[in-house]
């Protein structure tokens, strides 16, 4: 039987059994031949189903050439996707967010450590962020909190979303008490990523974080710097809970005045009068420190 005719047989009585065994005897021509006919057919006389989404899987020679083919809503069996990939692994697959989106982090990791994809950091901190957030998640392998949780203060994602009643604040600062990450770190991380610009939601959630972990001051005097530079941010709202975290260092002696009064000089002209109220009152308490100081 032609390879057209074979795999039209199979969509159209739907052998679901039959369609790994097909798909991994095509070469690369046949592969095109199955595409053709998906293009053909799919939302024309055709609808998607498991048969022709793990079709698109297989034979689309590109990423933006299977996203084209298979609809964002349709999730394919992930015993399916197994059996494939024990013979075939498109070198595109790591690429594709619609794929791996499907997916729980845990069985993408999986994928990974068996050199079946590679995957952006960004993927990963997207994936970590929206899984279960179970002990399983967490320990199941080394590198999830050596290297991809980290991910989750480096690039935009679903860190500030409750799944279950769990959140990324009460995870982090479980990990921090626990000493499965590195207190400092976090802190240092928190900061780092407000500078990254990243949406007001998530600059918030951020400075929350930090607040949450109650920074000694000797923390928070180690980290002046980078509590400065928020300052400079166009979010004006992080900086009542800026001066609110500085506010108590003012007056120790390793507190860098001259940094600060450059950094906070244009909350002056702030229209907001919370923001004007908790820098005058830093103000007052630096000059209290200075006057006995002299």
């Not at 097909?22 to 057919?41: A, C």
Request: proline share 3%; net charge negative.
């Amino acid at each position: 039987m032609l390879i057209n005719e074979e795999f039209k047989a199979i969509y159209l009585n739907y052998k679901i059994k039959e369609i790994i065994l097909f798909l991994k005897k095509l070469t690369p021509k046949d592969k095109k031949d199955v595409v053709s006919i998906l293009k053909k057919h799919i939302n024309k006389e055709w609808g998607h189903n498991t048969i022709s989404v793990l079709a698109a899987l297989a034979c689309s020679t590109t990423k933006d050439e299977y996203e084209k083919l298979r609809p964002g809503f349709y999730s394919i069996p992930v015993e399916l996707v197994d059996e494939l990939f024990e013979t075939y692994v498109p070198d595109w697959i790591g690429e594709s967010y619609l794929f791996l989106d499907g997916f729980d982090y845990l069985k993408v990791l999986e994928w990974e450590q068996k050199n079946y994809l590679t995957i952006q950091d960004e993927i990963w901190a997207s994936l970590l962020s929206s899984s279960s957030r179970t002990e399983e998640t967490l320990f199941a392998y080394p590198v999830t909190l050596e290297s991809h949780i980290w991910f989750l203060f480096e690039h935009e994602c679903s860190v500030t979303s409750v799944y279950r009643g769990k959140s990324w604040k009460d995870i982090l600062k479980n990990l921090v008490q626990e000493k499965k990450i590195d207190r400092s770190r976090v802190l240092k991380a928190s900061l780092a990523a407000i500078n990254f610009n990243f949406s007001k939601e998530h600059n918030t959630w951020f400075l929350e974080l930090f607040a949450y972990l109650e920074p000694t001051h000797k923390e928070i005097l180690e980290l002046q710097d980078e509590l400065f530079m928020i300052f400079h941010s166009t979010q004006h709202s992080l900086f009542p809970g800026i001066l609110k975290i500085i506010n108590p260092v003012i007056a120790e002696k390793d507190f860098k005045t001259e940094d600060f009064l450059q950094a906070a000089a244009s909350l002056m002209t702030l229209p907001t009068k919370n923001i004007i109220n908790g820098l005058l009152q830093a103000l007052e308490k630096n000059s209290k420190r200075s006057s006995k100081i002299s």
